[in-house]
């Protein structure tokens, strides 16, 4: 009997000592990655009774938090909700949080690691717990002039100030009112859920920077910066620019869109290629260049990287191993070249800001809620894509895309704009895509962007000059210019 209650009393410390030590991890090691669970209703059910921070820009929120008068105590709002809905994300109590309030939600709940010295005061002073304020780069009226541009289209506009990695506007369409998401009505919230899961629209896709496409032409000046920077090309080096091309190991030949060769010419000049957006010219140097030589311009432009973790941006990529066809293809922004507006945006910028890619961001600072710094992001070079020497060449020759050729939509009076249009093929029963990259002024950057429209169902000519894409690209330089 003794010995049947000694084994008894051991299991029992054994279990009591196994519950204590998997309370103490718990406490210890997982308690911050249990809490910041989205599924988590308990620590919700906390959350919801905070006076979470706002997200501004500059002084003005277009995420807040006001009193409630029902159990959760505040309600979560958002001005402009659709304007800025890719950005901010939602803070609903069924579905978590997406965007600017998942990735900062620490801070705008007020318990970050970093705030620890601000919640003793509060408990001692006997205070609310309150949130930090989470401040973006982004500039409002460029944000509306992305956002109104897209009106009617479905796709997306980024913009970045070239010197720092400011993001400027971020904008998709067709978006959602994340208003609609943090309604205290759960009933309201699961049927608003249901309708933009369903929507064949994809409204809550964010395709700024987690949507990839193909580049098409924009990606030309990712093997336009190849040829200046291997040494085996000037502007006005001629290259084979025939209505067709021949291809290696393929009967299949490349042709410009027209069916013509370039400019009147079967040898233009880099130069005139651009211009003209000659894909057997661009064709024919990506077949010169190797696929290697490709793959690591595209990367020092950030390809393969993902950016921009404020929003969880996916990365762009080139393909692993092309084979010749497949390499020409290539080269004009097709076959397995994938990118994200984000991405063009950057290849923009780093042209514009003589050859440096800077790191993209997004939050500009964080402040308790008596406007103490919590921290403040500084720009960050990321890569020197191309030397200040081919920079100055490639701005040039998209000067002259502007000026002259394919991207004239997108001029504006007084100003030189450098520019790229582009047209992405997709399969044969869609439409393509069409897209416009540029930066301005051209001597003195102050604003990169791109811009996609998918389906653009018009023209393929008018496509290729930018009818679509580069007016919206003008509209928010103009927005930045102005002020």
């Not at 809490?35 to 905070?50: I, L, P």
Request: net charge neutral; proline share 7%; aromatic share 6%.
């Amino acid at each position: 009997m003794n010995s049947a209650i000694r084994r008894l009393a051991v299991a029992a410390i054994i279990l009591m000592l196994a519950l204590m030590a998997n309370s103490t991890y718990l406490q210890a090691f997982r308690a911050g990655d249990l809490n910041a669970r989205n599924d988590n209703r308990r620590v919700r059910d906390s959350q919801f009774s905070v006076d979470r921070g706002p997200i501004l820009i500059g002084s003005t929120p277009i995420a807040q938090s006001k009193p409630s008068n029902d159990r959760f105590e505040f309600q979560r709002t958002y001005a402009s909700g659709p304007v800025y809905a890719p950005v901010t994300g939602f803070y609903s109590y069924l579905y978590g949080r997406a965007g600017i309030e998942l990735t900062q939600n620490s801070e705008l709940n007020g318990s970050d690691p970093s705030m620890a010295f601000r919640r003793v005061i509060d408990v001692i002073t006997n205070r609310r717990q309150q949130g930090a304020s989470v401040t973006l780069t982004l500039n409002a009226a460029a944000q509306q002039a992305a956002y109104a541009g897209l009106s009617g289209k479905t796709g997306a506009v980024v913009a970045i100030e070239p010197k720092t990695g400011r993001v400027l506007a971020l904008a998709t369409r067709p978006s959602y009112d994340p208003n609609k998401l943090a309604s205290h009505d759960l009933d309201e919230v699961s049927a608003a859920w249901k309708q933009l899961n369903e929507a064949p629209t994809k409204p809550m896709a964010n395709r700024a920077v987690k949507e990839l496409y193909p580049p098409g032409s924009t990606f030309k000046l990712v093997t336009a910066a190849a040829a200046l920077s291997s040494g085996k090309y000037t502007p006005e080096t001629k290259v084979p620019s025939p209505a067709e091309l021949p291809l290696p190991q393929t009967t299949v030949p490349l042709v410009n869109e027209n069916g013509q060769n370039c400019g009147g010419s079967d040898n233009a000049t880099l130069t005139v290629a651009l211009r003209n957006s000659c894909n057997t010219a661009f064709g024919s140097i990506g077949l010169d260049l190797k696929a290697d030589a490709l793959r690591e311009q595209a990367a020092k432009f950030g390809f393969g990287e993902r950016q921009l973790p404020e929003l969880g941006a996916v990365a762009s990529r080139f393909p692993a191993d092309p084979n010749e066809p497949q390499t020409a293809q290539s080269a004009i922004g097709q076959y397995d070249v994938q990118a994200t507006p984000l991405q063009m945006a950057m290849v923009a910028a780093g042209i514009a800001n003589k050859g440096e890619v800077m790191k993209p961001y997004l939050v500009q600072s964080v402040k308790t809620q008596d406007l103490k710094t919590v921290s403040e992001t500084k720009p960050e070079s990321l890569h020197q894509a191309v030397t200040p020497e081919v920079s100055a060449q490639l701005t040039q020759m998209m000067v002259d895309v502007v000026a002259n050729g394919t991207g004239r939509p997108g001029r504006i009076d007084g100003v030189d704009v450098a520019g790229k249009t582009g047209t992405a093929q997709t399969s044969k029963e869609r439409p393509p895509f069409a897209w416009f990259t540029a930066f301005a002024p051209a001597n003195d950057p102050k604003v990169a962007v791109a811009v996609i429209i998918e389906d653009a169902n018009i023209p393929r000519n008018d496509i290729a000059g930018g009818t679509l894409a580069a007016p919206i690209a003008k509209r928010v330089m103009e927005a930045v210019l102005g002020e």
